[in-house]
């Protein structure tokens, strides 16, 4: 779906007050969708369902897997990518720090709400995963799950 498709989908989950982030997110939508060929609500949705799987086996996902997809897939600036992904955590984390990245114009309403929705789920399965697995498995998957970030974090050439 184009972005013109998805226009009564935006203006539903975002706020009127965010015309500035809302122009930001059409052109982040288009740029999105050319490279991956998936609908940004889709990318950001798999986002949040794949930082709630991690934060159920691992007990994290805002810094360590929102925030790197949000500037690696979705190509936001990094101070965006935190807001987002603290108002995305607002309920259980994030309250003071996500009311001054609003503040400061920094959050994209609409990605951390589809966000929040991926979390709620991705924490159920991936809590599930774990407890099925065996204590050196899930430290060695954890251990290889910082190592990847960490590395593309490293390497990505970004300005």
């Known amino acids: 779906m184009d972005v013109a498709g998805e226009g009564e989908v935006a203006e539903a989950l975002v706020a009127p007050s965010e015309s500035r982030l809302r122009t930001k997110a ?4 288009a740029s999105v969708t050319l490279e991956t060929g998936m609908p940004l609500y889709l990318i950001l949705l798999v986002i949040g369902l794949g930082a709630g799987v991690c934060a159920g086996m691992f007990g994290i996902g805002g810094g360590i ?4 997809a949000l500037m690696f897939i979705a190509k936001m600036k990094q101070v965006d990518a ?40 991705g924490a159920y399965f991936g809590a599930k ?3 099925g ?9 954890y251990a290889v799950f910082m190592i990847v970030i960490g590395l593309q974090m490293l390497f990505e050439k970004r300005g």
């Open 26 to 29: 059409r052109s982040a939508h």
């Open 65 to 68: 897997v929102i925030v790197p």
């Open 82 to 121: 935190v807001g987002t992904s603290l108002a995305a955590l607002i309920p259980p984390v994030g309250i003071l720090g996500a009311l001054e990245y609003y503040r400061n114009g920094h959050i994209n309403v609409k990605y951390a709400a589809l966000l929040a929705v991926g979390l709620a789920a």
């Open 129 to 131: 995963i774990m407890i």
């Open 133 to 141: 697995l065996p204590a050196g498995m899930a430290r060695k998957l």
